[in-house]
């Protein structure tokens, strides 16, 4: 399970007692400040977008604010491998990374060793596909100035968290946004619905069938989504780990770790409400 909380170290980092005590005492503020934020328990758009009645307009502008997130992900995740505090926290980051650019990676594990790259399995050329289904110029995607106020204070919110040259920051905000994206994945099928990789998959197969099918139109391909739903709990595995390395850190600060998370999640908030107000307009 991406988020339940253990009691005991898994690889023997811990000095002593009460160490291992106050790791889970950390644990414990993470599953109420973290786990609890509106973002993953209460997002609005998405489960707006899972009830499948989204119109093409508003599908279009979803795709659209993806391409910028995904694409200028890749800028703030390069900053995250390269100023990350461990070892476990570099390789995390560069595994994203290679992945975002076209690396295979193992859904269970996380890890892209030994697999291949190919150029159309880059994430942004994902979304240059479902793009294209809707007629939307290839020369808008990913495109800084395509993104709306609130991608723009989500991705600098991001870049200033997860893309901090404190170490201590970027695992604070590297935790909170991978387990938030892989939450409830691995548990319950209830959980596992409202992971939003998941709300947003339904809410596009929906539409497809309803705007696209009747009409003899290619299905905008949902293999973009899925993809991320598959490989987040990967993501996941891989931050639980990087936890124990940076707590067992010299002068790990335990509220800025956690400071970090919380705006991570904020600034990921941001993006979404300003979906939300958006899809109203249209």
Wanted: hydrophobic share 35%; charged share 25%.
């Amino acid at each position: 399970m991406t988020h339940a909380l253990e009691t005991k170290s898994s690889n023997g980092k811990f000095k002593n007692e009460k160490q291992m005590k106050d790791f889970n005492l950390l644990k414990q503020r993470i599953e109420k400040d973290f786990f609890q934020h509106p973002v993953i328990v209460n997002n609005p758009y998405t489960k707006w977008f899972k009830q499948g009645i989204a119109n093409p307009e508003q599908v279009k502008d979803l795709i659209l604010q993806f391409s910028v997130f995904s694409n200028h992900f890749i800028v703030v995740q390069c900053k995250r491998m390269v100023y990350a505090s461990t070892i476990e926290g570099e390789e995390a980051a560069r595994a994203i990374l290679l992945n975002e650019c076209g690396v295979g990676m193992n859904v269970k594990t996380g890890s892209v060793e030994g697999q291949k790259f190919t150029t159309p399995n880059a994430h942004l050329n994902w979304l240059r596909k479902m793009a294209d289904t809707l007629n939307i110029p290839s020369n808008v995607i990913g495109r800084w100035e395509t993104g709306t106020e609130s991608t723009h204070k989500f991705l600098n919110g991001l870049d200033k968290t997860y893309g901090s040259l404190d170490g201590v920051i970027g695992a604070g905000a590297s935790f909170a946004i991978e387990t938030w994206a892989a939450f409830g994945i691995g548990e319950t099928p209830e959980k596992e619905s409202n992971n939003f990789w998941d709300e947003l998959v339904v809410g596009l197969e929906t539409y497809n069938a309803k705007h696209r099918v009747p009409k003899n139109l290619p299905s905008v391909p949902t293999g973009f989504f899925k993809y991320h739903f598959e490989t987040e709990a990967g993501h996941g595995v891989s931050v639980w780990k990087e936890l124990e390395e940076t707590f067992a850190q010299p002068g790990f600060d335990e509220e800025k770790y956690i400071k970090s998370g919380k705006i991570a999640l904020d600034s990921i908030y941001t993006f979404w409400l300003g979906l939300d107000e958006t899809r109203k307009k249209l």
